[in-house]
């Protein structure tokens, strides 16, 4: 079965950086794009970046020259170094993935938990 989990959150101030991983386990053959979302409280969930398999990136207006979305094929792992931290990055940071478990699987549509990031001085 596959998981994703998310971890690096925490509380940082203005300015400051964070690295968001989002580690898979379980049978996985490939994946395909993986994203980032975020849901800030009393928002909906908003999409923050994505990374195809090739490593082409996009990144939503808000984040662009701060945030960079990257990936490690070998360790089934994605990751988004955030820089220039603002109180309006405050979020629920959410990872997003398209794989294919087994190579005779449909590609399906995973989410991890979340993780908190919290800019504030």
């Known amino acids: 079965q596959v998981q994703l989990v998310e971890s690096g959150g925490g509380l940082v101030q203005p300015g400051g950086s964070l690295l968001l991983s989002c580690a898979t386990s379980?049978?996985?053959?490939?994946?395909?794009?993986m994203r980032w979302y975020r849901q800030a409280p009393g928002k909906e969930r908003e999409w923050v970046a994505r990374?195809?398999?090739?490593?082409?990136?996009n990144y939503a207006d808000s984040v662009k020259g701060r945030f960079t979305i990257s990936r490690d094929d070998a360790k089934n792992t994605g990751y988004l170094q955030m820089n220039s931290l603002k109180p309006e990055d405050t979020a629920v940071y959410y990872c997003?993935?398209?794989?294919?478990?087994?190579?005779?699987?449909?590609?399906?549509?995973?989410w991890g938990q979340g993780t908190q990031v919290t800019v504030s001085s």
């Open positions: 997003n993935a398209e794989i294919r478990p087994r190579r005779i699987d449909d590609v399906g549509d995973y």
């Open positions: 379980g049978s996985i053959f490939s994946i395909n794009y």
């Open positions: 990374i195809t398999s090739s490593g082409r990136t």
